[in-house]
């Protein structure tokens, strides 16, 4: 479903995971599910999870997390 990728904060010099979905062009349903779980992460507060720091899409319309 995903590749994941670790990234750094260009600014800041944070170490990120880059989360990004493979195949989304065939397949709507696993972009739904790509972005409510984007939305449901970003919206948990948990010691137990990762934050969602951003989210979007690239310039080839693939959808992306960032994540601590």
């Given at each position: 479903?995903?590749?994941?990728?670790?990234?750094?904060?260009?600014?800041?010099?944070?170490?990120?995971?880059?989360?990004?979905?493979?195949?989304?062009?065939?397949?709507?349903?696993?972009?739904?599910r790509?972005?409510?779980?984007?939305?449901?992460?970003?919206?948990?507060e948990?010691?137990?999870?990762?934050?969602v720091?951003?989210?979007?899409?690239?310039?080839?319309?693939?959808?992306?997390?960032?994540?601590?």
């Amino acid at each position: 479903m995903g590749i994941v990728y670790e990234g750094e904060h260009i600014e800041l010099g944070h170490r990120v995971a880059i989360k990004v979905i493979v195949g989304h062009e065939e397949n709507d349903e696993m972009l739904k599910r790509f972005q409510r779980e984007a939305i449901v992460l970003g919206q948990l507060e948990s010691d137990h999870v990762v934050r969602v720091l951003d989210c979007g899409t690239l310039s080839d319309r693939t959808p992306y997390l960032v994540m601590e």
